[in-house]
């Protein structure tokens, strides 16, 4: 039974982030197309198979860290995201860690120094635009998706492998 994240952390060139309060991961959309004609009866959001919408990713900080500035610079930030999810097994009660890995590459879009208040929390955050992005549980590739390279990947199965073949890629 999945409980929780336990706790993160966030490295660049092998640097952590300290101070990063929190991560939004990318939403991951298809890209569709609405679909008539004859013989239906109304339309339909046809799935563009592998094809993505922009993603993008937001870090929130407590304050307005060295960090926090250092992903303002305007340059692609390869981010590797390290998450340890709490587990309980139903029938033992006996509690479990899980790795979850998430790996982005990222341009800055818009950073919000925050704001300053007394004994609170400034909230700084910086919106991305992930080029690239990576799952893995336990060590196991669960997802890839890198528009550029024509990379759908997503439990087992690259669904842009027949495109890049008819293309030639």
Request: glycine share 8%; proline share 4%.
């Amino acid at each position: 039974m999945d409980q929780m994240v336990t706790n993160f952390a966030v490295y660049e060139d092998a640097t952590e982030y300290l101070g990063l309060a929190e991560v939004e991961f990318p939403e991951i959309g298809f890209l569709t197309e609405e679909i008539s004609g004859a013989g239906m009866s109304g339309k339909i959001e046809a799935i563009v198979i592998g094809h993505l919408e922009a993603m993008t990713v937001t870090y929130s900080f407590n304050t307005v860290s060295d960090a926090a500035i250092k992903l303002t610079e305007p340059r692609v930030h390869n981010i590797d995201c390290r998450v340890a999810q709490q587990l309980q097994d139903k029938r033992s009660g006996k509690i479990s860690q899980e790795s979850v890995k998430h790996i982005m590459r990222t341009m800055p879009k818009k950073f919000k120094p925050g704001k300053g208040a007394i004994a609170t929390p400034a909230e700084a955050s910086g919106e991305h635009a992930c080029y690239y992005y990576a799952m893995y549980k336990n060590g196991v590739r669960k997802i890839e998706l890198d528009p550029v390279n024509f990379i759908c990947f997503i439990n087992g199965v690259d669904y842009l492998e027949a495109v890049r073949r008819a293309l030639g890629k």
